[in-house]
């Protein structure tokens, strides 16, 4: 519990990062060590690449934050020199095996914004695509950078026209969506996450996410339809156990939890600017019911006491578990 | 084939989102009888893209002017990017004749001046150029077949046969090979001869969204009631 704890409070710290970077780290470092990527053919590169990033993500959040050093202390950090060294070695190996891919340039951008200033990074990304204007993975990076900046405005401008291009790139969108979230633009997040969803409707955690952000964006009913959404669609209802047995966790938990929160705010049955006619009273009251008895329920299996009776008081104790 | 085929064009900025601005509307479409989206984002975003169609926002050239005359196709000999499509059919062409020819030379080679068979039904005297080619004897039946005549006979007439007998895309079909140039570069992917006028696929394709919009549910419409069934609260209606 305290480590998954610790790699959550990691995963937090810098949402882009994988938990799974340090896995990749070090099995990768393994491959290069030996030098027998170049044995396993096409996947072995793919390897390298991989590698190549997992390094970066765990130099650069080693070197940039203490505390999160000492959080990871758990599972043996990699000295924070092999982890800038290691990008820069499966980077020249790459780029001696294909010397003018673009993935590699991406890299070597990618590696660039480790280290160099900002202008720097960006100044190479503009020439990149001043060679060739077309390259989604630069122009997504540029955005990215100009973010990183502090340009807010201009990344915006950037990524909405590079998406406006290539509409498929779902990280885009739901990067997009994190922008303006962070700028309280509720409901233009709101609409960048619902191209995300479009592209990818089997995915139940943009529907969480769409459903915080109708939350935020104060449109209760479609936050309520949202989250109950995505009960349906994790509770796993293929097993054998009936759904009113089963122990909700993970998202489902998480949703179930929204379902609360929203149930017992007195906006409940207040209008939407999305016009979602919210549910009926008497289907309300059932859902307030079943919501705590789902909460009650994952309360019991994760702390294995019985749950606080006080609703208020389930509310703040499971704030705690489901964040 | 790998050597003589072209690297992929690129293309600029302006040309792929024209490209791709009617997979988009595809992919709302495609949505629309189960949509994530409740009808008010979906609705928004099919009467952008409508609208989007309507003025030619998409267009890599920008939106058409009012006074402009219907433009007709551009041609496609003036057209760098054409011309390029189509040479690379011909270069590939080109190739594939070369190795054509050697085994042709080495068939003449060896066969000149076999008899192999001999048909079993009289032919005119006109047949004789055909059927006993390599063989220069004035006096011989048409009935006898050179051995070089029967290996064209067969090169060329079997195609049939082995179309009916593996299928239409089979590789022995040697007929594809024999088409030409300008055929193979017709057939190539996205013809390169003609342009394709996106203005009016986009206007078609307003009519589509249209459509797709009066069809659209939301997933979620009945969630609360679909929840409260799964877990008994409330009972099924009967379904």
């Known amino acids: 519990m305290e480590v998954t704890f610790a790699l959550q409070k990691l995963a937090a710290y810098k949402p882009r990062q994988s938990r799974k970077s340090k896995e990749t780290f070090e099995s990768g470092l393994a491959l290069l060590e030996h030098g027998s990527y170049a044995k396993k053919g096409e996947t072995g590169w793919d390897e390298v690449e991989k590698l190549a990033l997992a390094a970066l993500d765990q130099g650069n959040t080693e070197v940039a934050d203490v505390r999160t050093f000492a959080l990871s202390i758990y599972v043996t950090p990699p000295d924070a020199a092999v982890a800038l060294y290691a990008p820069q070695r499966c980077l020249k190996i790459l780029a001696d095996k294909f010397p003018d891919s673009p993935r590699v340039d991406v890299l070597t951008g990618i590696r660039m914004e480790a280290t160099e200033r900002p202008e720097v990074v960006l100044r190479y990304y503009d020439e990149l695509l001043e060679e060739d204007s077309s390259r989604a993975a630069i122009w997504r990076r540029k955005a990215h950078v100009l973010r990183q900046m502090g340009k807010i405005d201009k990344a915006v401008e950037e990524l909405s026209a590079m998406l406006d291009t290539f509409y498929t790139e779902v990280e885009g969108w739901l990067e997009l969506a994190d922008i303006y979230l962070t700028c309280q633009q509720y409901t233009y997040a709101l609409q960048s996450l619902s191209h995300a969803l479009l592209l990818s409707p089997q995915n139940p955690s943009y529907f969480l996410q769409f459903a915080e952000t109708a939350y935020l964006a104060e449109d209760i009913p479609l936050a309520l339809k949202m989250f109950l959404q995505t009960v349906d669609m994790t509770d796993d209802d293929d097993g054998e156990m009936a759904p009113s047995d089963s122990i909700p966790s993970g998202i489902t938990l998480r949703a179930w939890f929204g379902v609360k929160l929203l149930i017992t705010e007195p906006r409940a049955a207040s209008s939407s600017a999305s016009q979602t006619s919210p549910p009926t009273t008497s289907n309300l009251s059932a859902l307030d019911n079943l919501s705590t008895e789902r909460l009650r329920t994952a309360y019991l299996d994760l702390k294995n006491e019985s749950p606080p009776v006080a609703e208020g008081d389930l509310i703040t104790a499971l704030t705690a578990l489901v964040k | ?239």
Do not use: C
Request: proline residues 9%; glycine residues 8%; hydrophobic residues 40%.
């Open chain 2, 1 to 239: 084939m790998v050597l003589t085929r072209s690297p992929p064009k690129k293309m600029p900025r302006k040309a792929i989102r024209e490209q791709r601005a009617l997979v988009r509307s595809q992919i709302l479409r495609a949505t629309s009888a189960n949509s994530p989206l409740p009808p008010s984002y979906y609705k928004a975003i099919s009467q952008y893209l409508s609208q989007a169609f309507a003025d030619g926002t998409y267009l890599k050239d920008g939106p058409p002017k009012a006074d402009a005359p219907a433009s007709a196709p551009p041609n496609p000999l003036t057209d760098p990017g054409a011309m390029e499509g189509m040479m690379a059919g011909m270069k590939t062409q080109m190739v594939m004749m070369v190795p054509q020819m050697i085994i042709m030379g080495w068939i003449n080679f060896f066969f000149q001046g076999f008899v192999l068979i001999k048909l079993p039904f009289p032919l005119t005297l006109g047949f004789k150029s055909m059927l006993q080619r390599g063989v220069e004897t004035p006096d011989m039946d048409v009935r006898w077949v050179s051995s070089l005549s029967w290996y064209f006979l067969n090169f060329f007439g079997l195609n049939g046969l082995y179309r009916l007998i593996l299928g239409g895309e089979n590789a022995a079909d040697s007929s594809r090979d024999m088409t030409t140039p300008f055929a193979a570069a017709a057939a190539a992917a996205p013809q390169p001869g003609q342009a394709q006028d996106y203005n009016k696929l986009f206007k078609a394709e307003r009519d589509n969204l249209e459509f797709s919009e009066g069809l659209h549910t939301w997933v979620a419409q009945d969630v609360d009631k679909r929840i409260l069934q799964k877990y008994g609260r409330i009972p099924a209606d009967g379904k």
